[in-house]
């Protein structure tokens, strides 16, 4: 258990495993991917190390105006598109407004800033202001039982309910508010309007498709 312990340790301060193998980065992949080292994990580990994942395996993606298609995989908890070659890793630099567009998931990737960091988030729609989530996967340490009425549990990942971002001008996103007060505030001088027409329309603030269309509507006025 201490072995495994300090395996994990080391992965969550590192990069990731990879699983797959792909043909190997040429110097163009070179402006856009990082070399990482990636250590030896134990069986233990790498039974939970795929939750970390968006998808299983490595998916078709373009990136931003180059035209060589990679595959790729996002690992949620590390907040990285990862990319495998000869038993090495690479991870793609976030640089801001890069895009990653999965071709075959109809998902598209986007680095945008926050609380300083640049970070992925998925776009969930095309215009002046954008709707984004933002994936969720959390770790869970494993915990003995202390007693016999307790059941010990095995470290693990966890996925989370994803979180809704707007990016308004496409700027630094904002959270969607759970509360409605905060959440018309967001609309600033236009926020009477903005409630008229979701009212008018029937539409939830708790909605993607509903939000995207509100967003549209925004933009028009």
């Known amino acids: 258990m201490k072995h495994f312990i300090f395996i994990l340790a080391l992965f969550l301060t590192t990069s990731n495993y990879s699983y797959a193998q792909t043909s190997s980065p040429d110097d ?3 402006k856009v991917f990082l070399k990482q080292s ?3 994990l134990t069986p233990e580990f790498q039974r939970i190390a795929k939750k970390m994942y968006e998808t299983e395996d490595y998916k078709a993606a373009k990136i931003d105006d180059l035209n060589k298609v990679y595959q790729l995989r996002y690992n949620i ?3 990285q598109m990862e990319y495998t070659s000869a038993g ?3 991870i793609l630099k976030k640089e801001l407004g890069r895009m990653v567009n999965f071709t075959n998931l109809n998902t598209k990737y986007q ?3 926050m609380e300083g960091k640049p970070r992925f988030f998925i776009v969930q729609n ?6 984004l989530t933002k994936s969720i996967v959390q770790f ?3 915990r003995q039982a202390e007693d016999s009425f307790q059941q010990s549990t095995s470290a693990d990942f966890k996925r989370g309910k994803d979180e809704i971002y707007i990016a308004f001008n496409n700027t630094s996103p904002v959270k969607v508010p759970s509360s409605k007060k905060k959440f018309f505030a967001l609309f600033g001088d236009k926020e009477s309007a903005i409630k008229t027409y979701m009212k008018k ?3 939830s603030r708790k909605d993607k498709e509903d939000l995207i269309k509100v967003l549209d509507h925004y933009s028009s006025l």
């Open 201 to 203: 329309n029937k539409l």
């Open 38 to 40: 990636n250590p030896k």
């Open 140 to 142: 869970q340490e494993a």
């Open 28 to 30: 163009e992949d070179s």
């Open 88 to 90: 090495k890793l690479y």
């Open 111 to 113: 680095v945008f800033e």
């Open 126 to 131: 095309d215009g002046q202001h954008s709707l």
């Open 77 to 79: 908890y590390k907040d």
